[in-house]
């Protein structure tokens, strides 16, 4: 018993050949591949979905579906993307993964799982930043384009809320002072400064009221009730737009997570492949 509890321990404690036991689980080479192919056809596959208006994320500035009018077709086409492409990028990091001829099955298959969600992850950190390079890179030109343009001053924080804003100063009266920049300008900071508490403070409401009434040529009750039905639309609006924006971000998760499956099954299926494959 001790000669084979020896033996065992010198041959458990042998040296494996090609320097397996002391080689990272990691194939970094596969996995920076997979994660590059899995990053390229997210990318080809967002812009054949931007092109059909079914993409809810667009490699673009100002293309797709914004977060307020995604609808089925858009996730579903988000939930493709991820699936498609995180099999290929997977599939490919299993498939030119070195084989490990003298390791167990069951730590190959673990081996392989994570090389596989390290390729989804490592590609969704590239796809991440080339969005946001490029989106950056476009808001830029297009600020800077409308910025020269532009007559008035008028407050960037502002620009969400113009319709509202327009709405309380019409008027049948046609005038130069009907479109005062600084006027509107002011008036957006005070709307948007509303937005941002649970009701607008009085003295915010009974100034923004004699504004429209000066400048519309309305009364003052009249002014006092468009101020409100306008607060309470772009509110209306914005609990909306929050709400869908929280939507689309759950059902974003949701194709992550996908993802992420998908890649590192398609990984096991490929290096399952790779080991059967027989020297000619």
Same mark, same amino acid.
């Not at 590609?123 to 930043?129: E, G």
């Given at each position: ?111 392989? /799982? =994570?090389?596989?969600? #390290?390729?989804?992850?490592? &590609? *969704?950190? !590239? ?6 390079? $490029? %989106? ?108 869908? /924006? =929280?939507?689309?971000? #759950?059902?974003?998760?949701? &194709? *992550?997570? !996908? ?6 099954? $398609? %990984? ?13």
């Amino acid at each position: 018993m001790a000669l084979a509890m020896s033996a065992d321990r010198v041959e458990f404690e042998r040296p494996w050949p090609g320097g397996e036991a002391n080689s990272s689980g990691v194939s970094w080479g596969a996995v920076i591949g997979g994660s590059f192919v899995t990053a390229a056809f997210s990318l080809i596959l967002l812009a054949l979905g931007a092109g059909f208006g079914v993409s809810a994320i667009s490699p673009w500035s100002n293309v797709g579906a914004s977060a307020s009018t995604v609808g089925t077709a858009a996730i579903i086409w988000l939930i493709v993307i991820e699936i498609v492409a995180s099999s290929l990028g997977g599939y490919l990091t299993g498939r030119l993964r070195t084989k490990w001829a003298l390791i167990h099955t069951d730590e190959v298959y673990f081996r392989d /799982t =994570a090389n596989g969600f #390290l390729a989804w992850a490592v &590609a *969704l950190v !590239i796809s991440v930043s080339f969005l946001a390079s $490029a %989106a950056a890179s476009m808001a830029g030109h297009i600020a800077q384009a409308g910025a020269s343009a532009r007559t008035g001053i008028v407050s960037a924080a502002t620009e969400p809320n113009a319709y509202f804003v327009d709405s309380l100063f019409r008027s049948d009266r046609i005038g130069p002072e009907t479109n005062n920049a600084a006027l509107h300008a002011e008036a957006g900071l005070i709307l948007a400064n509303a937005l941002g508490q649970d009701q607008i403070p009085s003295a915010d409401q009974n100034y923004l009221a004699r504004l429209v009434a000066a400048r519309t040529g309305i009364s003052q009750q009249e002014a006092e009730k468009r101020v409100a039905d306008v607060v309470a639309s772009a509110r209306l609006a914005a609990d909306t737009a929050r709400k869908a /924006t =929280a939507h689309l971000l #759950l059902w974003l998760f949701l &194709a *992550l997570l !996908i993802g992420a499956f998908s890649a590192s099954f $398609a %990984a096991t299926i490929g290096g399952r492949q790779r080991d059967h494959v027989k020297a000619v």
